[in-house]
Each structure stands twice: as structure tokens, then as C-alpha cells.
């Protein structure tokens, strides 16, 4: 069992930036694929960005130019740098996990079993 815990989300104006955090607890020894997802009112959880056990990232075409994913492993905490955020990015974004052996990073929210509870942002324009 792992445990996923978000932070970081905050209301900014269009242009801003966020860093949002995600801290990995319990059993985290394996071989443990991360990502992060969002997810508006009414529209289904959309992957953003993922990274696997070797550092390898994918990263959604419509955030690339804008959106980092990279990680501590001292301390066990992947990381979202959001830059230049737009109102559409708007969401509530979920860290998620899965211990898999996948030949790529994936952002489909059904591959991964554990997630977190999610931390809120607002970008107003």
C-alpha cells in the first residue's frame, strides 16, 4: 500500500505559476510509475504529466511547453511545476501511482490503482 498527498494548489492570475507537491508514504519500495491528473466539473480525469522508475517522462502535448514533472527521491516527492497557467487550467489535480513494468510513462487514469485526494487549482484571467 502507498500513500499519495497533494499540495501546493492556490488561486493565481493567468500568467502565474504553482508548484505543486506530492509526498509518497507506506510501502514505496518497487517499481512505481507516478503521475499527476486533473480534473474539471463534468469532464473526466485528464492526464498531464508521468514519470517512470528511470526518470523517463510523458508529458500531455497541450502543457508541454508549460508544465514540468521531476521528483526527490530523497525524500520521496514528485513534483508539478506549472508555468504561465491559463484560466483552463483550472482543475483539481490528483497525484496517482502504479507498480507496473510498462514500456512507457502512461496517462490514462485507469492504469493507475493509488491516488491522492487532490489540491485545488484556480487561475482567474
Known amino acids: 500500500q502507498i500513500l499519495l498527498e497533494e499540495s501546493g494548489g492556490g488561486s493565481v492570475q493567468a500568467g502565474g505559476s504553482l508548484r505543486l507537491a506530492c509526498v509518497a508514504s507506506?510501502?514505496?519500495?518497487?517499481?512505481?510509475?507516478y503521475a499527476w491528473f486533473r480534473q474539471q466539473p463534468g469532464n473526466e480525469r485528464e492526464g498531464v504529466a508521468a514519470?517512470?522508475?528511470?526518470?523517463?517522462?510523458a508529458v500531455a502535448d497541450s502543457v508541454k511547453d508549460r508544465f514540468t514533472i521531476f521528483k526527490d527521491t530523497t525524500q520521496n516527492t514528485l513534483y508539478l511545476q506549472l508555468n504561465d497557467l491559463q484560466p483552463e487550467d483550472t482543475a483539481l489535480y490528483f497525484c496517482?501511482?502504479?507498480?507496473?513494468?510498462?514500456?512507457?510513462?502512461?496517462?490514462?487514469?485507469?492504469?493507475?490503482?493509488?491516488w491522492g485526494q487532490g489540491t485545488q487549482v484556480t487561475v482567474s484571467s
Open positions: 496517482a501511482s502504479a507498480l507496473a513494468w510498462w514500456l512507457r510513462p502512461k496517462l490514462s487514469a485507469s492504469d493507475y490503482r493509488f
Open positions: 507506506g510501502y514505496t519500495t518497487g517499481h512505481y510509475y
Open positions: 514519470m517512470a522508475p528511470d526518470g523517463t517522462t
